[in-house]
C-alpha cells in the first residue's frame, strides 16, 4: 500500500495561516493526492484533493510539488474549529477508491 | 442530503451475542465502505461494496459479516466477538469505484464495546 508521511503534530495560532506538509515519495502518474481531516468523536470529512495542479475550495487549498513527492495542504486562516488530525492520503487509481490512512497530524489551534 | 447516518451510535455487546451495525445514505452512491478505527489511530478499511457487490475483503475475520442489501444501505453483522474488537466503525459512501479522484463521505461512526 501507498505510503505517506507526515509530522505527528503541530500548533498554530487561530486567524493565522496554517501549512501542513506531506512526503509521497513513492507517488506514480495516476496516484491522486486526497487530505482528510477527523475532528474529535466525528468521523473523516474530506477537505481537498489533487493530482498534478494546486486546487482550491472553500475549506483549503493544496499545493502540489513539481516532482509530486510532497504536497502541502494550507488552511488560510485557521480557527478553533480547525484543530483535528489531518490525513494526507495517496490513492492508487486502478479501479478502486482503497483510502489508505497514513498517522496524520494532530493539528492543535492556540487562541 | 449529503448525508451518511449510522446506527447505533454505542453498542456493547458480550462474546456470545449477536448484533448489526446500520449504515444507511440517499445521496445515490453505489460504493460504501466499512472502517475500523481504533482509539489514536487512524481508519483502518475492512470491506468495500460496488455495486452492492463485495469488491475488496481486507482478510477480515469471517466474525465480521458484511452485507448490502440494496445501494442505500450496508450492514455490518457482529457474531463472538473478542475484546479486542472494540473500536469505531465507520461507515463511508463515494459516488462509485471506478477512479481515484472522488470523495469519502464519512458516518459518525459506532463505538462498539465488546466485554
Known amino acids: 500500500d501507498a505510503k505517506t508521511t507526515q509530522p505527528n503534530s503541530m500548533e498554530s495560532n487561530e486567524e493565522e495561516p496554517v501549512h501542513l506538509p506531506c512526503n509521497h515519495s513513492?507517488?506514480?502518474?495516476?496516484?491522486?493526492i486526497h487530505w482528510y481531516r477527523q475532528l474529535p468523536s466525528q468521523g473523516p470529512e474530506y477537505v481537498i484533493h489533487g493530482l498534478t495542479s494546486n486546487v482550491n475550495n472553500r475549506m483549503a487549498s493544496l499545493a502540489i510539488a513539481e516532482d509530486r513527492k510532497s504536497s502541502t495542504l494550507i488552511l488560510h486562516r485557521a480557527t478553533l474549529r480547525d484543530a483535528a488530525v489531518y490525513y494526507c492520503i495517496q490513492t492508487i487509481d486502478f479501479g478502486n477508491e482503497k483510502l489508505t490512512f497514513g498517522t496524520g497530524t494532530r493539528l492543535t489551534i492556540i487562541p | 442530503d449529503t448525508e451518511v447516518t449510522q446506527t447505533p451510535k454505542h453498542l456493547v455487546m458480550g462474546m456470545t451475542n449477536k448484533k448489526s451495525l446500520k449504515c444507511e445514505q440517499h445521496?445515490?452512491?453505489?460504493?460504501m465502505y466499512w472502517y475500523k478505527q481504533k482509539a489514536k489511530k487512524p481508519p483502518e478499511l475492512m470491506f468495500v461494496y460496488s455495486y452492492e457487490k463485495l469488491s475488496i475483503n481486507e482478510s477480515v475475520p469471517s466474525r465480521f459479516s458484511p452485507e448490502c442489501p440494496n445501494s442505500s444501505l450496508l450492514n455490518l453483522h457482529l457474531h463472538a466477538l473478542q475484546p479486542e474488537d472494540s473500536a469505531l466503525y465507520l461507515c463511508?459512501?463515494?459516488?462509485?469505484?471506478?477512479?481515484?479522484?472522488?470523495?469519502?463521505?464519512f458516518g459518525p461512526g459506532t463505538r462498539l464495546t465488546v466485554l
Open positions: 463511508a459512501s463515494s459516488p462509485r469505484v471506478t477512479s481515484g479522484s472522488h470523495e469519502q463521505f
Open positions: 445521496m445515490g452512491h453505489r460504493a
Open positions: 513513492t507517488i506514480s502518474g495516476t496516484d491522486y
